[in-house]
């Protein structure tokens, strides 16, 4: 295998786990300033609120829970969790190859 080829799937796999790293990340934001109860009319947090609810969309109240909190740590959490297992078995599969 040539160097380049190696080059450029090493580069491409690092940008998927950062880009998978991302998505968790703001997923797991959402999930601490909901438990900590963030000011909901701030803008950072309406944000981070809008992108969360956009990624996890497909998760979004897939548990039924009765408390709230709960329903947003499993919906959330699960789609945070499942971007960073196939972020990461994407890459690791580009880089082998």
Avoid: C, K
């Avoid at 109240?61 to 789609?79: P, S």
Wanted: proline content about 1%; overall charge positive; glycine content about 8%.
């Amino acid at each position: 295998m040539s160097p380049g080829r190696r080059t450029r799937g090493n580069s491409a796999a690092q940008i998927i786990v950062v880009i998978a790293d991302v998505m968790a990340l703001i997923l797991g934001l959402w999930i601490l300033m909901y438990l900590l109860d963030a000011n909901r009319a701030n803008d950072l947090v309406q944000f981070v609120h809008d992108v969360a609810r956009w990624l996890a969309g497909w998760s979004h109240d897939l548990f039924t829970f009765d408390e709230a909190w709960a329903r947003v740590v499993a919906g959330y959490g699960l789609a945070a969790v499942v971007y960073l297992f196939v972020g990461h078995a994407v890459a690791g599969r580009l880089r082998r190859y």
